[in-house]
């Protein structure tokens, strides 16, 4: 007869939660680094017309990096 090991113990869903944790700290720096760029380009805006873009490309990077969340919140249990 052979020494059988037992199997490792199941995978808890802490891993999951702190990616979640994760990712949830990485969109708000990226948030608040888009605002930022918000501002900053705002403040273009008033020297000039410049800057629009630069508010414009944050605002669809924001709006991208939710929309992406929310698809890997939704089929979390897929993944697996």
């Known amino acids: 007869m052979t020494d059988q090991v037992p199997p490792p113990p199941p995978l808890h869903d802490d891993e999951q939660e702190e990616n979640e944790v994760l990712r ?4 708000r720096q990226q948030q608040k680094e888009a605002a ?4 900053a380009a705002d403040q273009e805006a008033a020297k000039g017309k410049r800057g629009w873009k630069t508010a414009a490309a944050a605002g669809l990077g924001i709006g991208s990096a939710a929309v992406i ?6 089929n979390r249990d897929k993944i697996k």
């Open 36 to 39: 930022d760029a918000a501002e």
């Open 69 to 74: 969340a929310a698809l890997l919140y939704v």
């Open 24 to 27: 949830a700290a990485r969109e």
